[in-house]
């Protein structure tokens, strides 16, 4: 099969970019089925965004008091009012006493 350029439409900007007869060549010997949906510029994007995975900012710290010793402690969330929290010595004591039973 004789493989020719293709012109195809970004699916995120909206441009028009080149599948080659190369990128088509490629994509047959791998036996992919679907025809790409985005420019280089926006598949680069992309995979930048997706390889960076969380980022820490979305993690919080919170100083807070040990529900159980009343020790200060740093948790890994925002505390939710009404609902104990606990250093880790405690919340690791509570999760394994509870696993006995």
């Known amino acids: 099969m004789e493989f020719q350029d293709k012109p195809l439409k970004c699916v995120d900007c909206g ?9 088509q060549l490629f994509f047959a010997d ?5 025809e790409p949906k985005r420019c280089k510029a926006c598949k680069a994007k992309r995979a930048n965004r997706v390889s960076a ?4 900012r979305d993690r919080v710290e919170t100083q807070t008091t040990c529900s159980a010793c009343g020790k ?3 948790v890994p969330f925002r505390p939710t009012q009404g609902r104990p929290v606990f250093c880790k010595e405690c919340f690791q004591q509570r999760k394994f006493a509870g696993a006995g039973g």
Do not use: L, R, V, Y
């Open 15 to 23: 441009s028009e970019f080149i599948w080659t007869a190369g990128e």
């Open 30 to 34: 791998k036996q992919f089925k679907n």
């Open 53 to 56: 995975g969380p980022s820490m």
């Open 72 to 74: 200060d402690t740093t």
